[in-house]
Structures are given as structure tokens and as C-alpha cells.
């Protein structure tokens, strides 16, 4: 599985980008997709993520209205739309996914759940 992450850059408090994942070696049939983030002072933490079996997304708290995720099965490609963004919002997000289906929901979001990573893209909001 090869995870190909893009367009990730600097904008301004309240600015957009969309965030593009390619997913090679994994089909869209099974298991779970999407976004992680990390600074060098937190731990990898779960922002968005699409459950490919049944369509349902799950979101972390602070960017629920902010945020969303959206999955293209026929270019195998994730996308995160961060709309409203803020400094805190600062990071590398990363793309990962999840071989078979999400077992514990209360777990979805958390990292050491899913399989394989791509490399990061950096995301930097300035106030």
C-alpha cells in the first residue's frame, strides 16, 4: 500500500485548503481511510476519517463544521477540505488507512488502529 499525500501549504487565519490522498495497493471496498495530524509536541491525533464499508465519517471535535472529508473510490483518493482554519490547526497531516472493518467505534480515531501511512503534508495557519 503506497499513500501519496498533497496540498498541504501556508495561508492566513480563516483561509482553506484541500488536502488530496492518493491510495494505491488498497481497495476501496474495505476498512477505513483518512486523516491524521501531529505537531512535535502532541501525539499523532485522529481528525477525520471515512468508514469505506458503510459511508459513515467520524470527525474530531474541534473541526466539526470546519472540516470535511470526502472519498473519490473510482481515482482510489481522499480528500480533506479544511475550511475556517485556525493557527492551532498547524501540523502534518498525515493519510492513513485501515485494513477490514472498524471494530470499536470509540477507537476509530485513534492512530495505532490503522495499517499503513503516508509521508505528511504540512499545514501552517498564521494569526
Known amino acids: 500500500v503506497q499513500l501519496v499525500e498533497s496540498g498541504g501549504g501556508s495561508v492566513q487565519a480563516g483561509g482553506s485548503l484541500r488536502l488530496s490522498c492518493v491510495a494505491s495497493g488498497f481497495s476501496f471496498d474495505d476498512g477505513a481511510i483518512g486523516w491524521f495530524r501531529q505537531t512535535p509536541d502532541t501525539e499523532r491525533e485522529g481528525v477525520a476519517i471515512?468508514?469505506?464499508?458503510?459511508?459513515?465519517?467520524y470527525y474530531k471535535d474541534s473541526v466539526k463544521g470546519r472540516f470535511t472529508i470526502t472519498s473519490d473510490n473510482l481515482k482510489n483518493t481522499v480528500y480533506l477540505q479544511l475550511n475556517r482554519l485556525e493557527p492551532e490547526d498547524t501540523a502534518v497531516y498525515y493519510c492513513a488507512v485501515r485494513r477490514g472493518p472498524i471494530t470499536i467505534e470509540t477507537r476509530v480515531l485513534s492512530w495505532n488502529e490503522y495499517d499503513y501511512w503516508g509521508q505528511g503534508t504540512q499545514v501552517t495557519v498564521s494569526s
Open positions: 471515512i468508514d469505506i464499508n458503510d459511508d459513515a465519517t
